[in-house]
């Protein structure tokens, strides 16, 4: 089993930047896939963000190309998400995931933190 803890989110302006981690126990992430998803009020959750479980291959969703960046600390067992450039859109409870395969990591990952909070403010 792998637990998943959010931390990081907050309120921020328009233009701002934030950095959302997610601290891994139970396991090694090392040999897991890991991903972010968003949820936004009255909305279904969405992918965000991949990485797989060697950190050579991304995957993002078209409208955080170029702002987001996922990355992971194998030695801390975390995984992070630098936002930048955010959009009052980007406001949404941010989930990180983690399957053993990258493809189900961007689909249905087999893991979920509980979520932070992310307000992007105009």
């Known amino acids: 089993q792998v637990q998943l803890v959010e931390s990081g989110g907050g309120l921020v302006q328009a233009g701002g930047s934030l950095r959302i981690s997610c601290a891994a126990s139970?396991?090694?992430?090392?040999?897991?896939?890991v991903g972010w998803f968003r949820q936004a009020p009255g909305k279904e959750r969405e992918f965000v963000a991949a990485?797989?479980?060697?950190?050579?291959?991304?995957y993002y969703t078209d409208s955080v190309k170029g702002r987001f960046t996922i990355s992971r600390d194998n030695a801390k067992n975390t995984v992070y998400l630098q936002m930048n450039s955010l959009k009052p859109e980007d406001t949404a409870l941010y989930y990180c995931?983690?399957?053993?395969?990258?493809?189900?990591?961007?689909?249905?990952?087999?893991?979920w933190g509980q979520g932070t909070q992310v307000t992007v403010s105009s």
């Open positions: 990485m797989s479980w060697n950190g050579r291959s991304t």
């Open positions: 995931a983690a399957d053993e395969t990258t493809i189900v990591v961007t689909t249905n990952p087999r893991y």
């Open positions: 139970g396991r090694t992430l090392s040999s897991y896939a």
